[in-house]
């Protein structure tokens, strides 16, 4: 087998963040979802009550982009915004139950992705991609 380079890695993990950003975007295109809306809706399913703060700090995005994104997800009807009852300039969110149905959506796509990434590779080698991503996420992480 031949020496993956740099280069090429890059080009390939650029190519399915892409595929997959473009996968999502049409499967939630009829809720009225883009990315990261829909994973706003994953991150608040997991951490209900998180502040827009808290969202901006996980996703690296803008104060101004994450209070737009909350908004029309309030319109949508997939979350609220309470006034927190630590500090009145900050919002607290929840998903709604409309909210919580459409993460079953969202889940339900990004394992249809998944599958479709991974298909024809048996389950060990799925395990050491798997292994293999872990530690790569860790490597970032740590250098952070």
């Given at each position: 087998?031949?020496?993956?380079?740099?280069?090429?890695?890059?080009?390939?993990l650029?190519y399915?963040?892409?595929?997959?950003?473009?996968?999502?975007?049409?499967?939630m295109?009829?809720?009225?979802?883009?990315?990261?809306?829909?994973?706003?809706l994953?991150?608040?399913e997991?951490?209900?009550?998180?502040?827009q703060?808290?969202?901006?700090?996980?996703?690296?995005?803008?104060k101004?982009?994450?209070?737009?994104?909350?908004?029309?997800?309030?319109?949508?009807?997939?979350?609220?915004r309470?006034v927190?009852?630590?500090?009145k300039?900050?919002?607290?969110?929840?998903?709604?139950?409309?909210?919580?149905?459409?993460?079953l959506?969202?889940?339900?796509?990004l394992?249809?992705?998944?599958?479709?990434?991974l298909?024809?590779?048996?389950?060990?080698?799925?395990?050491?991609?798997?292994?293999?991503?872990?530690?790569?996420?860790?490597?970032?992480?740590s250098?952070?």
């Amino acid at each position: 087998m031949s020496q993956i380079s740099p280069r090429e890695f890059n080009r390939l993990l650029v190519y399915l963040g892409r595929k997959r950003r473009h996968f999502m975007s049409e499967q939630m295109k009829p809720y009225g979802l883009a990315d990261p809306m829909f994973a706003f809706l994953l991150y608040l399913e997991r951490n209900p009550g998180s502040s827009q703060d808290n969202l901006c700090e996980h996703f690296g995005i803008e104060k101004s982009t994450v209070a737009r994104l909350a908004k029309k997800l309030e319109l949508a009807g997939y979350i609220h915004r309470n006034v927190s009852s630590r500090d009145k300039r900050q919002y607290d969110l929840s998903l709604t139950p409309s909210g919580r149905q459409v993460t079953l959506v969202v889940h339900e796509q990004l394992n249809a992705w998944c599958d479709r990434m991974l298909d024809g590779l048996s389950e060990e080698e799925r395990q050491t991609a798997y292994r293999l991503l872990g530690i790569m996420t860790e490597n970032i992480r740590s250098a952070d």
